[in-house]
C-alpha cells in the first residue's frame, strides 16, 4: 500500500510557444485533465492540478509540489506542440521525485503511441485514447502497491529490460454520463473565465465538451485518435446541468461548446436549444459546426437558444481540394452557412487551411480570394500542418530530429511546412499573411477586431502579429 493517495495532474505550458504575438490565446482550463481529475476523485483519489493561469509558474509549482509532499504518480497533458514543453517538466519531476511514476497522455501521445516510451527515459508508462479508465485502474494499482500493466487497455509500459509493451487500446466508454463535470474547483477559476480566448466581449467565459467522437474523416486530421469516430454524447440534463453550475457557481455568462462538431445529431440540437431557451435564459454560446448540416433551420434555432457564434471549418474554396481533403462539403454550402449567419444575426468565424500536396498556386489563391469574399465575421487561413496520426504525416520527412522540432507543429509555427510542391512555406506564409492584412485592414473589420480586444496585452500581441506579418511581406521574419 503507497502512504499517499493524491496524484499531481500538468497541462504542458504552451503559450510561450505563440511567441506573444498571436492575440486570443488567452487561459484556457484543460477539460481532458479536469474530466480524469473528477473521476479520480468519485472514486475516492485526491487530485491536484497545474495549468498555465497568467500567474503560476507551471515549472516551478511542479518541482515544489513534488519536492514538498508524495503522489502516487504525475500525469501529464500534451498535444505535439507542447510535447516538449511536457518532456522538460518531465525531466523537472524526475530530479524532484526520482521514485514518482511519471505518465503522459493527450492528443501527441495518441497519435505516437510506444514510440514516444522507446525514446523517453524521463517517461514511464503512457495512455492513449480516453484517459479516465486506464488512470483509474492505474493510480488503483499504484495505491494497493500491485502492478499489473498488462491487465490496462490503453497503456504502453517498459519491462525490465526496456522492451515496451501495451495492452491494445482501451474501448471508448459508452456512456458519458458516468464521467462527473470536470474538476474546474482544482484551478482558481477566475483566471481563465476571465481571460478566455473564446470570450464574448466583456462576458466571463468558460467551456465545455457535451459530446466526443467525430464521425468524419478530413485527411488534416488526428482527433479520432483520441475520442474515436463514433459520435457519442452527454444526456440532456447532464449539458445543462453543467451549465447551470458555470452559471451558478463562477459566474459564467458565455459557454464555448469546444465539441469537434456540436450540430451533427439535429434532434438532439433541437432538443438541447429548446432547454438552453427556458432553462438557461441570457446565457451566450459559441460552437463549431461543419457548413454541410448548418440550414436555415439549424441557424434559426441556435439563434434562439443563444448562440452568437459558430465557427466553421470550410478549409478550401476549391470543390476539388475539398474531395482529395476527405472534407465531404461543397463551396456552395459554406457561402450559404456564412449567409444563413448573417441573416439570423450569428456571428461567423471561417477556417480555412492551405499547402496540401495536391494543390497548386491557383488553388491556394482561390481558397484565399473565396474566404476574403465570404463576408463572414472573421477568418483564418493557417498553412497545413501534417500532424503525426494522420496520413500527411511523412516521418521520414517530419518525424524532428529534437524534441524541440515539435514546437513548430503550431499553425503559426515557424519555419511553416514545405508540402505544397508549387509554393515554399515561406512563400505561402507571406500569401497568408497579406491575405489576412488584407482582410483584416479594412475599416470595419479592423473596428470589429478592436472590439474583441479585453487588455493591454490583446492589443499588444495583435499589434505584434500585424508588424510580423508586414515584415514577412518585405522578405524578413
Ligand atoms: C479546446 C482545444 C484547444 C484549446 C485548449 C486545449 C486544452 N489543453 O484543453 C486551445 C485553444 C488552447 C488549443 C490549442 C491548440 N490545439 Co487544440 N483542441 C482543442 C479541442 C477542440 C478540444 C480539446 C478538449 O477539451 N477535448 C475534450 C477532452 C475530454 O479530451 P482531451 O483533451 O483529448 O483529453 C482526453 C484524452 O486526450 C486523454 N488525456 C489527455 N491528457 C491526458 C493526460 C494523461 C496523464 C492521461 C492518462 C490521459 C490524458 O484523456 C482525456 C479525457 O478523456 C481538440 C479537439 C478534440 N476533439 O479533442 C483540439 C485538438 C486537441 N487541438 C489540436 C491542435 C492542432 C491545436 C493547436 C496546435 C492549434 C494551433 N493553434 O496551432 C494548439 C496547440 C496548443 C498546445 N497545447 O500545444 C489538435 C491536436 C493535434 C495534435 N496532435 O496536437 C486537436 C485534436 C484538433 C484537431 N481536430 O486536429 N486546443
Ligand atoms: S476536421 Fe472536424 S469534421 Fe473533420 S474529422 Fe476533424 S473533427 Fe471531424
Same mark, same amino acid.
Given at each position: 500500500m503507497a502512504d499517499t493517495n493524491t496524484v499531481l495532474l500538468v497541462n504542458a505550458p504552451y503559450l510561450d510557444l505563440y511567441g $506573444? #504575438? !498571436?492575440? $486570443?490565446t488567452g487561459y484556457y482550463f484543460p477539460l481532458g485533465l479536469g474530466y480524469i481529475a473528477s473521476y479520480l476523485q468519485k472514486h475516492g483519489f485526491g487530485v491536484e492540478l497545474v495549468c498555465e493561469d497568467g500567474k503560476t509558474d507551471v515549472m516551478e509549482e511542479v518541482r515544489s509540489r513534488l519536492a514538498s509532499r508524495a503522489y502516487l504518480c504525475l500525469g501529464v497533458s500534451c498535444m505535439t506542440s507542447s510535447f516538449n514543453s511536457a518532456l522538460k517538466i518531465a525531466s523537472a519531476a524526475k530530479e524532484a521525485a526520482p521514485a514518482t511514476p511519471v505518465i503522459f497522455g493527450g492528443a501527441h501521445i495518441s497519435a505516437m503511441g510506444g514510440s514516444v516510451l522507446s525514446e523517453q527515459p524521463g517517461i514511464d508508462l503512457l495512455c492513449t485514447g480516453e484517459g479516465e479508465i486506464p488512470m483509474l485502474q492505474l493510480v488503483s494499482m499504484l495505491r494497493d502497491g500491485f502492478e499489473d500493466w498488462s491487465q490496462i487497455q490503453g497503456l504502453f509500459w517498459r519491462d525490465d529490460k526496456g522492451v515496451v509493451h501495451n495492452n491494445g487500446p482501451a474501448p471508448f466508454h459508452q456512456n458519458l454520463d458516468d464521467f462527473p463535470f470536470p474538476a474546474r474547483d482544482l484551478v482558481d477559476f477566475d483566471r481563465f473565465a476571465l &481571460? /478566455? &480566448? !473564446?470570450?464574448? $466581449?466583456?462576458r466571463r467565459a468558460g467551456t465545455i465538451v457535451t459530446s466526443r467522437g467525430c464521425p468524419f474523416n478530413c485527411i488534416f486530421c488526428s482527433a479520432h485518435l483520441t475520442h474515436g469516430r463514433k459520435y457519442r454524447f452527454h444526456s440532456d440534463d447532464y449539458v445543462v446541468d453543467e451549465i447551470r453550475l458555470l452559471r451558478e457557481h463562477y459566474g459564467i455568462e458565455h459557454v464555448f461548446?469546444? #465539441? #469537434? /462538431?456540436?450540430? !451533427?445529431v439535429k434532434d438532439r440540437v433541437e432538443r438541447l436549444c429548446r432547454r438552453f431557451r427556458t432553462d438557461l435564459p441570457n446565457m451566450t454560446f459559441g460552437c463549431f459546426s461543419r457548413v454541410d448540416i448548418f440550414d436555415e433551420r439549424m441557424a434559426a434555432m441556435l439563434q434562439s437558444a443563444g448562440v452568437r457564434l459558430v465557427v466553421f471549418g470550410i478549409e478550401s474554396g476549391v470543390p476539388e481540394v475539398l474531395k482529395k481533403m476527405n472534407k465531404g462539403a461543397d463551396v456552395g454550402k459554406a457561402r450559404q452557412a456564412i449567409e444563413l449567419c448573417r441573416r439570423h444575426g450569428i456571428e461567423s468565424y471561417a477556417s480555412f487551411v492551405v499547402g496540401f500536396p495536391f494543390e497548386t498556386r491557383r488553388d491556394i489563391q482561390q481558397t484565399i480570394d473565396f474566404g476574403s469574399r465570404l463576408d463572414a465575421s472573421s477568418v483564418t487561413f493557417n498553412p497545413l500542418v501534417p500532424y503525426p496520426g494522420t496520413p500527411l504525416f511523412n516521418p521520414g520527412k517530419h518525424l524532428p530530429s529534437t524534441p524541440e522540432g515539435w514546437e513548430r507543429f503550431l499553425t503559426s509555427g515557424t519555419p511553416p511546412f514545405d508540402i505544397c510542391p508549387e509554393v515554399t512555406a515561406s512563400e505561402l506564409k507571406r500569401m497568408v499573411d497579406r491575405a489576412h492584412l488584407r482582410y483584416y485592414l479594412q475599416p470595419r473589420r479592423l473596428l470589429g477586431l478592436l472590439r474583441t480586444l479585453r487588455s493591454w496585452r490583446d492589443f499588444r500581441s495583435l499589434a505584434a502579429a500585424a508588424a510580423r506579418m508586414i515584415q514577412r511581406q518585405f522578405g524578413g521574419g
Amino acid at each position: 500500500m503507497a502512504d499517499t493517495n493524491t496524484v499531481l495532474l500538468v497541462n504542458a505550458p504552451y503559450l510561450d510557444l505563440y511567441g $506573444g #504575438d !498571436v492575440p $486570443g490565446t488567452g487561459y484556457y482550463f484543460p477539460l481532458g485533465l479536469g474530466y480524469i481529475a473528477s473521476y479520480l476523485q468519485k472514486h475516492g483519489f485526491g487530485v491536484e492540478l497545474v495549468c498555465e493561469d497568467g500567474k503560476t509558474d507551471v515549472m516551478e509549482e511542479v518541482r515544489s509540489r513534488l519536492a514538498s509532499r508524495a503522489y502516487l504518480c504525475l500525469g501529464v497533458s500534451c498535444m505535439t506542440s507542447s510535447f516538449n514543453s511536457a518532456l522538460k517538466i518531465a525531466s523537472a519531476a524526475k530530479e524532484a521525485a526520482p521514485a514518482t511514476p511519471v505518465i503522459f497522455g493527450g492528443a501527441h501521445i495518441s497519435a505516437m503511441g510506444g514510440s514516444v516510451l522507446s525514446e523517453q527515459p524521463g517517461i514511464d508508462l503512457l495512455c492513449t485514447g480516453e484517459g479516465e479508465i486506464p488512470m483509474l485502474q492505474l493510480v488503483s494499482m499504484l495505491r494497493d502497491g500491485f502492478e499489473d500493466w498488462s491487465q490496462i487497455q490503453g497503456l504502453f509500459w517498459r519491462d525490465d529490460k526496456g522492451v515496451v509493451h501495451n495492452n491494445g487500446p482501451a474501448p471508448f466508454h459508452q456512456n458519458l454520463d458516468d464521467f462527473p463535470f470536470p474538476a474546474r474547483d482544482l484551478v482558481d477559476f477566475d483566471r481563465f473565465a476571465l &481571460h /478566455s &480566448h !473564446v470570450a464574448s $466581449g466583456n462576458r466571463r467565459a468558460g467551456t465545455i465538451v457535451t459530446s466526443r467522437g467525430c464521425p468524419f474523416n478530413c485527411i488534416f486530421c488526428s482527433a479520432h485518435l483520441t475520442h474515436g469516430r463514433k459520435y457519442r454524447f452527454h444526456s440532456d440534463d447532464y449539458v445543462v446541468d453543467e451549465i447551470r453550475l458555470l452559471r451558478e457557481h463562477y459566474g459564467i455568462e458565455h459557454v464555448f461548446i469546444e #465539441d #469537434d /462538431s456540436f450540430t !451533427v445529431v439535429k434532434d438532439r440540437v433541437e432538443r438541447l436549444c429548446r432547454r438552453f431557451r427556458t432553462d438557461l435564459p441570457n446565457m451566450t454560446f459559441g460552437c463549431f459546426s461543419r457548413v454541410d448540416i448548418f440550414d436555415e433551420r439549424m441557424a434559426a434555432m441556435l439563434q434562439s437558444a443563444g448562440v452568437r457564434l459558430v465557427v466553421f471549418g470550410i478549409e478550401s474554396g476549391v470543390p476539388e481540394v475539398l474531395k482529395k481533403m476527405n472534407k465531404g462539403a461543397d463551396v456552395g454550402k459554406a457561402r450559404q452557412a456564412i449567409e444563413l449567419c448573417r441573416r439570423h444575426g450569428i456571428e461567423s468565424y471561417a477556417s480555412f487551411v492551405v499547402g496540401f500536396p495536391f494543390e497548386t498556386r491557383r488553388d491556394i489563391q482561390q481558397t484565399i480570394d473565396f474566404g476574403s469574399r465570404l463576408d463572414a465575421s472573421s477568418v483564418t487561413f493557417n498553412p497545413l500542418v501534417p500532424y503525426p496520426g494522420t496520413p500527411l504525416f511523412n516521418p521520414g520527412k517530419h518525424l524532428p530530429s529534437t524534441p524541440e522540432g515539435w514546437e513548430r507543429f503550431l499553425t503559426s509555427g515557424t519555419p511553416p511546412f514545405d508540402i505544397c510542391p508549387e509554393v515554399t512555406a515561406s512563400e505561402l506564409k507571406r500569401m497568408v499573411d497579406r491575405a489576412h492584412l488584407r482582410y483584416y485592414l479594412q475599416p470595419r473589420r479592423l473596428l470589429g477586431l478592436l472590439r474583441t480586444l479585453r487588455s493591454w496585452r490583446d492589443f499588444r500581441s495583435l499589434a505584434a502579429a500585424a508588424a510580423r506579418m508586414i515584415q514577412r511581406q518585405f522578405g524578413g521574419g
